[in-house]
């Protein structure tokens, strides 16, 4: 998904810098390309893909909440008599 995005950056300073090109002279954009490039080497280092991930509907734990323990007594919050504090303001 990111490197997507990266391409669709990518191809648009590529589209600008074309139109550059035809109407105020020559424009280089490797230098600007470089720059936008290392931002998103830099988001990806910072943030892992995560591609092991499934849905809940496949975790062979199940869902904490089903199976009583501590937690048996969680209600919705739409039961919560004393409303979202957000709301009280």
Known sequence: MLDSLLQQVKD???????????????????????????????????????????????????DPADQGGQMNNVRPASEDRYGDPADQR
Not at 27 to 48: E, V, Y
């Open 12 to 62: 648009a300073v590529t589209q600008h810098s074309d139109q550059q090109n035809q109407t105020s002279g020559p424009f280089d954009p490797s230098g600007l390309l470089s720059n936008i490039q290392g931002l998103f080497g830099q988001h990806a280092a910072n943030n892992p893909q995560y591609g092991n991930v499934r849905p809940a509907s496949q975790d062979q734990y199940g």
